[in-house]
């Protein structure tokens, strides 16, 4: 009933809507979505001391990522009333997350700033290109989920959950796996419909997939959903074979999908793929997939890899016309689901191919784009598929999804 009032308030309704992003220029910027006036900006204590190298005579080889991450802003109830909060990351630009408070955007100042997030909070806070996620708590608090991000001091996967209020940790959860690793974008997952998170799905460098049961009303009971404090085991493992090793392990970098699985339990989707670090532009040597993985939630049963998972391929490739236009397309294969399958998988067939990007689930179908990066120096950043195929199997749509001939027609 409060929030409904929130909503409903006059302060809320003639508030002008915002666009708010990061910037190279040191700054997260608030524009006024109607005409692009800025009404605030904010600098990163983090970045402070960076600032002076944007006037460097040298800025041309020497250019510096500041505040180019993703932001979060979402409603959410702090110290006993509603706000409406911006999470922001440094992306390539630093270590750090930071907490504003943008209710009143026309007339920000710095009591608005709520906290920043960086290694002086913990030492395994690590460069922030993953995006933070705001969500409510079974022990009545809201929190900002941050994945640790990469090139950390120990290079672990970890993630935090931090009171929204203060930025102080409630817990932190460690993989305990190092070794030029780092946690990626969380997604916390309401099971009951009461606005509620009940679990948090997280991927790393290593290409492992994380499940964090956080039911219970009391945050020290909180834990990952296989093994134990000592020795956590991942919920899956990404591997380009059959047999995991240490050199055919993909990254997951972007943030996954989660719907329910109709013989029970949930679907988590995820593709994997780095295109962060200079040697991403590179094919490499490691293929990368696209994943769907059945978790039954009873705490027990997991896909154990490949050989857990039904097969789907990309069967064809082609230039077809289509009038005066032409497209590059792809067919998938269509293969069967069996009753022992826990989810499928699909290969990106392209060299260097890879899935960075968030899915989306929507209308029985699973949508994602792939990347290939152009190597050539010169060259702009690279092509991309969009793959939209059926959720639950990964298996081509019945009916094509796409009007590549635009007579507002799916129908060939």
Request: negative net charge.
């Amino acid at each position: 009933s409060s929030y409904i009032a929130f909503r409903a308030s006059a302060a809320y309704n003639s508030r002008p809507p915002m666009l708010y992003v990061g910037a190279n220029d040191g700054m997260l910027h608030g524009f006024r979505a109607s005409n692009g006036d800025e009404l605030l900006a904010y600098v990163p204590n983090a970045i402070f001391g960076s600032l002076s190298q944007l006037t460097a005579q040298t800025y041309n080889a020497n250019h510096r990522y500041l505040v180019d991450g993703s932001v979060r802003v979402l409603d959410a109830r702090l110290d006993g009333s509603w706000k409406t909060v911006l999470l922001g990351t440094l992306g390539g630009g630093g270590q750090g997350v930071f907490a504003l408070d943008v209710t009143d955007p026309a007339n920000f100042d710095s009591n608005d700033v709520l906290w920043e997030f960086t290694p002086s909070s913990d030492a395994d806070v690590g460069f922030s290109y993953p995006q933070a996620s705001i969500a409510r708590m079974a022990n009545g608090k809201w929190v900002a989920l941050i994945g640790n991000g990469y090139n950390s001091t120990a290079g672990k996967a970890v993630l935090y959950v931090v009171d929204l209020d203060n930025g102080a940790i409630i817990r932190k959860f460690d993989t305990l796996v190092a070794g030029d690793n780092g946690m990626s974008t969380p997604i916390p997952v309401d099971v009951d419909g009461d606005r509620i998170t009940d679990l948090i799905y997280a991927g790393d460098l290593r290409g492992n997939l994380w499940k964090i049961d956080v039911r219970d009303s009391n945050a020290a009971n909180w834990a990952f959903d296989f093994g134990t404090v000592a020795s956590p085991q991942p919920l899956f493992t990404a591997c380009s074979a059959a047999t995991c090793t240490t050199g055919n392990r993909q990254p997951i970098t972007a943030r996954p999908e989660v719907g329910i699985a109709p013989d029970g339990g949930y679907m988590i989707y995820f593709g994997t793929g780095s295109y962060f670090a200079a040697s991403d532009n590179t094919a490499g040597t490691i293929g990368n997939t696209f994943y769907a993985i059945v978790d039954r939630d009873d705490g027990s049963t997991r896909p154990t890899g490949r050989s857990s998972l039904l097969q789907q391929t990309v069967i064809a490739e082609l230039q077809q016309d289509f009038g005066s236009r032409t497209e590059r397309v792809r067919v998938t294969s269509n293969n069967a689901r069996g009753t022992g399958d826990l989810g499928w998988y699909l290969d990106l067939p392209s060299s260097g191919e890879r899935q960075v990007s968030t899915p989306i689930l929507r209308g029985g179908s699973i949508i994602f784009t792939t990347l290939i990066p152009n190597t050539a120096a010169c060259g702009f950043g690279g092509d991309s598929f969009l793959m939209e195929i059926d959720a639950v199997t990964g298996s081509r749509r019945v009916t094509t999804p796409f009007d590549l001939n635009r007579d507002t027609a799916f129908n060939s």
